[in-house]
């Protein structure tokens, strides 16, 4: 998951290895977002199966759409649930009626902004105020 990249030397700001940083490809607890409605004011989203669906992966746009607005939205390809050869090789006007599409949707937050929203400014984090949101 990204992190805000280290200004203090702009020419090297891509190269700086953190601690925080691993090559496990393990993942970092501290680089997720707890309550996506106070936190963010967009998510980009997979709508998949129903079946593939978890409390850690929800629909946003249909757990809430009183809070999630589609601004934008593509098919992706259902690797799961598409065929292997048609995934491989593309037959004009007979592939697409063999694949499965999702979407990936652009999502943004309507709902009122609140106080103590967190942003992230360079290395450090900190509380919004009322003037910033």
């Known amino acids: 998951m990204p992190q805000p990249y280290d200004i203090t030397d702009v020419r090297e ?3 700086v290895m ?5 090559g496990k490809n ?3 607890l501290n680089r997720f977002v707890q309550d996506p409605i106070k936190e963010c004011d967009y998510i980009v ?4 199966n129903k079946e593939d669906q ?3 992966e929800p ?3 249909l757990q ?4 999630w607005k589609e ?3 593509i098919e992706f390809l259902d690797a799961k649930r598409s065929p292997q050869m048609f995934r491989a090789f593309y037959v004009p006007f007979y592939s697409r009626s063999k694949c499965i599409f999702n979407n990936y949707t652009l999502y943004k937050n309507i709902a009122p902004k609140q106080a103590g929203k967190i942003t992230y400014t360079g290395k450090t984090k900190h509380k919004a105020s009322q003037k910033d949101i």
């Open 13 to 15: 700001s891509t190269r």
């Open 18 to 22: 953190r601690k925080t940083f691993n």
């Open 26 to 28: 393990k993942q970092e």
């Open 45 to 48: 989203d997979q709508a998949v």
């Open 54 to 56: 978890t409390e850690l």
């Open 59 to 61: 629909d946003f746009g």
């Open 64 to 67: 809430d759409p009183s809070v």
């Open 71 to 73: 601004e934008f939205s």
